[in-house]
């Protein structure tokens, strides 16, 4: 199990140069660092499978999504394929009383917090508003309004300092986002207000079929210097290198050091939504380059190089994935259609007039089709 509170010193690293921090090359070659070591001190070969394992399960999950989404099983569904590292290794930095705040491909951030196979299609088949009880997982529901997301994780962040708890937020968010103007006002009020919070972007080098060097012309996190924030740039694909990143951000937090932004440098190697044709923007030889530094793979050769990966525990992983998968598609058959007018339930804590005239409006509509086929 790895901890989440490691806090090996008070002088705490950051990581602003070009270059990404990298702890495990692309080979699988474990790369040593006097700073960033010590924050993952604890992280022994048997936590390494286990990150190996949450990736694997997610990556087989997420396949199995877009399957069903092809099938015409869900209306929609956003992939995070190549993205792994990124999401696992942040997400295993967390305590069960922080709190994160996502937009809609955080799937495998999800899983950590402890979403189950059906809760991740709810949403993506249409037969819910949310997936799950943000309150019972510490993971409000997912955000498609680009950036928002990060305006909630900073109130939230401050009502943590007004209840005097050392919880910590997360907010997470892609590249594409750092144009919006959500999190630019985000920022400003925690850096203002010393919110503990996290604002962890995954440039996965595409708002959609924008390449990101359009709307950003240096490293995205330096940035971050601009509101007195500290920012630390890690290689997305990295699992261990974004876990160190991610404890030292959350340490900051913790100890009234304020807000940090990480940018983890990844790569969408699947298309924006199953909507998206990437094919039409994206250049194959800058893919397979990409390919070559798939986050699964180098933790894999590491893993084979210190002889800790067994065929038997492979295979224990792989019954796991698919297990997990064969929920999904279970659970996403057997979610039942909801009654048309509970679109209005929920709404508000005590329905409003207002409220009450749409649905009686919505149900007169619905009857006047009351016995066609």
């Known amino acids: 199990m790895l901890r989440a509170d490691v806090s ?19 080979e699988g070659v ?15 070969d048997e936590q390494l499978v286990a990150l190996y394992e949450d990736m694997v399960v997610v990556r087989r999950f997420d396949t199995e999504a877009v399957a069903l989404q092809r099938q015409g099983q869900l209306g929609l569904w956003p992939p995070l394929l190549g993205q792994e590292a990124a999401q696992i290794g942040s997400a295993r930095a967390l305590r069960t009383d922080d709190f994160v705040f996502t937009s809609y491909r955080e799937n495998g951030v999800a899983y950590c917090r402890g979403a189950q196979p059906t809760d991740l299609v709810r949403v993506w088949r249409g037969t819910a508003l949310a997936g799950w009880d943000p309150r019972s997982i510490g993971m409000a529901t997912p955000q498609v309004m680009i950036g928002s997301q990060t305006l909630h994780a900073t109130g939230y962040a401050l009502g943590c300092v007004k209840d005097g708890v050392d919880s ?48 950003a012309q240096r490293p995205i996190a330096d940035r971050a210097a601009g509101y007195g924030i500290p920012a630390i740039r890690v290689d997305g694909n990295d699992v261990l290198a974004v876990l160190a990143a991610t404890r030292v951000a959350l340490d900051r937090a913790r100890r009234d050091g304020g807000p940090t932004f990480l940018e983890a440098v990844t790569y969408r190697m699947g ?34 190089a210190r002889d800790a990966l067994s ?7 792989k019954e796991k994935a698919e297990a997990f998968a064969a929920a999904m598609r279970s659970g996403c058959y057997g979610l039942d259609v909801p009654e048309p007018l509970s679109v209005f339930d929920h709404v508000y804590v005590d329905p409003t007039p207002e409220l009450a005239r749409q649905r009686s409006q919505h149900a007169a509509y619905l009857a006047m089709y009351d016995g066609e086929a």
């Open 8 to 26: 090996p010193s008070r002088a705490l690293p950051t990581h602003q140069q070009a270059e990404a921090l990298q702890l495990v090359t692309p």
């Open 30 to 44: 474990r790369r040593a660092d006097p700073v960033y070591d010590p924050w993952i001190a604890d992280v022994d």
């Open 168 to 215: 910590a937020v997360v907010a997470y968010f892609g590249d594409g986002a750092t144009s919006k103007g959500d999190l630019h006002e985000a920022m400003v009020f925690a850096a203002s207000f010393h919110a503990p919070v996290v604002f962890l972007c995954q440039n996965n080098q595409w708002a959609i079929s924008e390449p990101v060097g359009l709307q």
């Open 271 to 304: 298309p924006h939504t199953t909507s998206d044709d990437p094919t039409r923007y994206v250049d194959p030889d800058d893919r397979a380059r990409w390919a070559a530094k798939d986050p699964i793979a180098r933790l894999e050769r590491l893993l084979h």
């Open 311 to 317: 065929e038997e525990r492979t295979a224990e992983i």
